[in-house]
């Protein structure tokens, strides 16, 4: 699993012109999915993001309740190493990367974080405005 992680003043998703999801002073995290991830890893990459020390005053989301908006990117999984178009071998497809999402989404909501989704098999369109700009890779 690996995940992009910005610190963000605001960040939405949009659908079919409508906002779905929306947050303020919080973590805009986009996160991929391999074909060896587990709801193990799910799990794990929810502890890391909720507890990552990358806000103001070296504070993680969960210190300072701090919401996050959870987007999937199965992108982050590009395979760039040869020519001009990407590969996407590595990319979970959707049946598998959707639950994942979905229970590290749920682990976060058990740990008390306040947490807004984007919308799978959607054409999403996702604002931003970074503050920093602070932004973490992490992978697991």
Known sequence: MRAVVQTVSSASVTVDEEV???ISDGLLVLVGVTHTDTPRTADAMARKVHELRILDGEQSAAEAGAPLLIVS???LYADTRKGRRPGWS???????AEPLVDAMVKSLVS???TVATGRFRTHMLVSS??????????DL
Not at 129 to 137: A, E, L, S, Y
């Open 20 to 22: 779905i999801a929306e």
């Open 73 to 75: 990117q199965f992108t």
């Open 90 to 96: 590595a990319a979970a497809p959707a049946d598998l």
């Open 111 to 113: 740990r008390g974080a």
């Open 129 to 138: 405005v970074n503050v920093g700009p602070r932004t973490v890779i992490v």
